[in-house]
């Protein structure tokens, strides 16, 4: 959907009123891939997830996605974020498979050094954080969904990190993530066999908080910030940051390490032939 199109939606109009329309236009000449309207009375940012086909994450979405962090958290009115999508299916479909597949050494490095960045960006907010997940969410997808301090999520869809079902590895920051929201036992079990959950199932091991219908998801992850922000921001901040700063200073301590691993696990023989058939499927999929 265009941007014109997004902006005609009158259910769009409705929610967010004149104002934060216009609010929306300006940031968006700074990125049509993240639409942000953050609403001046509740500092509260919607921010949209704004790439189609399936919102899939490649170096320069997730540059625009981390730009936006820096923005809201440079914003002193800005206290809450709400992540979600403008495509009512696809909340996002994880890392941008092509990024991976016959990739350049440098692109690669900067692409899994951005997506980095983006996770401590998320992760480490100090702002109260809540995904309203409006569609699937595989991989990278739930990696942002557990960055988050609380999900609400569509009815029917599917979140997980699928990643060992593609013959790669998810990364010990994704499993430190998915490991905070569920613990260790259904981390193990969701991320050894790459399980792709159901809302329901996701909702029943506490990966998600709510389970909702289309029409109430923004609604209600407006309701439930009002509860968040009605903690003392420092308060909030500083317990949020005794339990997040571990994992955080985990990753800084092996940066370069982890995008050596990377770099050296995607471009083995075997993973590219993996990603190859992969990629072969989707698109099969997709024709059909
Ligand atoms: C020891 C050291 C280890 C170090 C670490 C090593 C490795 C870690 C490495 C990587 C970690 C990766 C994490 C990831 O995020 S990988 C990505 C995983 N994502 C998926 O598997 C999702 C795949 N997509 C889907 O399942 C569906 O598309 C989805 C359910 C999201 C939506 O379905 P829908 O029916 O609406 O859409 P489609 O018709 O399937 O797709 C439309 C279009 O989009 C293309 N596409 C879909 N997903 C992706 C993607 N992730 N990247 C790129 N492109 C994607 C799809 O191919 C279609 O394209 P086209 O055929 O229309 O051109």
Do not use: T, W
């Given at each position: 959907m265009s941007l014109k199109q997004l902006f005609r939606q009158p259910m769009l109009r409705a929610m967010l009123g004149r104002q934060h329309i216009q609010a929306l236009r300006s940031m968006t000449t700074?990125?049509?891939k993240v639409l942000v309207d953050l609403d001046p009375k509740t500092g509260v940012a919607v921010v949209q997830m704004n790439?189609?086909?399936?919102?899939s994450l490649n170096l320069e979405f997730l540059s625009d996605i981390n730009n936006t962090l820096d923005k809201l958290h440079n914003?002193?009115?800005?206290r809450g974020l709400i992540l979600t999508s403008s495509n009512n299916k696809v909340f996002c479909a994880g890392l941008d498979i092509m990024e991976m597949y016959q990739p350049q050494t440098d692109r690669l490095t900067e692409f899994w050094k951005t997506l980095q960045n983006v996770w401590m960006n998320l992760y480490g907010s100090r702002l109260a954080t809540i995904a309203a997940i409006n569609g699937h969410s595989p991989a990278g997808g739930c990696l942002l969904a557990t960055c988050c301090d609380y999900r609400i999520m569509v009815q029917n869809f599917t979140i997980g990190l699928n990643e060992t079902q593609l013959g790669i590895i998810p990364p010990f920051w994704f499993v430190d993530s998915m490991e905070g929201v569920v613990g260790y036992r259904q981390t193990e079990l969701a991320c050894q066999k790459g399980l792709m959950m159901t809302t329901d199932q996701a909702s029943k091991i506490g990966l998600v908080d709510e389970v909702v219908t289309p029409e109430v998801v923004l609604q209600k992850a407006q309701n439930e910030m009002v509860s968040w922000l009605k903690i003392p921001d420092y308060a909030r901040q500083l317990t949020k940051s005794q339990m997040k700063m571990p994992n955080i200073n985990k990753l800084r301590a092996r940066r370069d390490e982890d995008v050596q691993h990377f770099v050296n696990f995607i471009t083995k023989d075997s993973v590219q032939q993996a990603l190859g058939f992969y990629i072969e499927n989707l698109k099969k999929k997709a024709k059909k």
């Open positions: 700074q990125s049509d790439r189609p086909p399936v919102n914003d002193k009115s800005c």
